[in-house]
Nanobody, 124 residues
Framework: QVQLVESGGGLVQPGGSLRLSCTAS????????MGWYRQAPGKQRELVAS????????YADDSWKGRFTISRDNAKNMVYLQMNSLKPEDTAVYYC?????????????????WGQGTQVTVSS
């Protein structure tokens, strides 16, 4: 299976920036989609953005496109989330997600795995 390790979270003041990174390792043939979700206290986990191997992006909220930028390095099996102009409401645990295929399991079986999460706190 695939393991995901996130880094880059922390405490930042409103208006500040953070860059989250996620590295995938393990056994897989392709990672079709890598993305970021977040979960604020008392709320459900929600998609922030995802990106396919080919570079297609999906932002859950169009208003985030101006503040958040997702990118991938397919050669390194990494995905990044650049977050600018952070607001207190962006405070959450951010989780990396990957949807991948494994050799021998057929072309239509897509596995999903999650990272352990990284805390982002936006506060003055």
């Amino acid at each position: 299976q695939v393991q995901l390790v996130e880094s880059g979270g922390g405490l930042v003041q409103p208006g500040g920036s953070l860059r989250l990174s996620c590295t995938a390792s393990g056994r897989f043939s392709t990672i079709d989609v890598m993305g970021w979700y977040r979960q604020a206290p008392g709320k459900q986990r929600e998609l922030v953005a995802s990106m396919s191997t080919g570079g297609s992006t999906n932002y859950a909220d169009d208003s985030w496109k101006g503040r958040f930028t997702i990118s991938r390095d397919n050669a390194k099996n990494m995905v990044y989330l650049q977050m600018n102009s952070l607001k207190p409401e962006d405070t959450a645990v951010y989780y990396c997600n990957a949807k991948y295929r494994r050799a021998g399991f057929g072309p239509n079986l897509l596995f999903t795995t999650w990272g352990q999460g990284t805390q982002v706190t936006v506060s003055s």
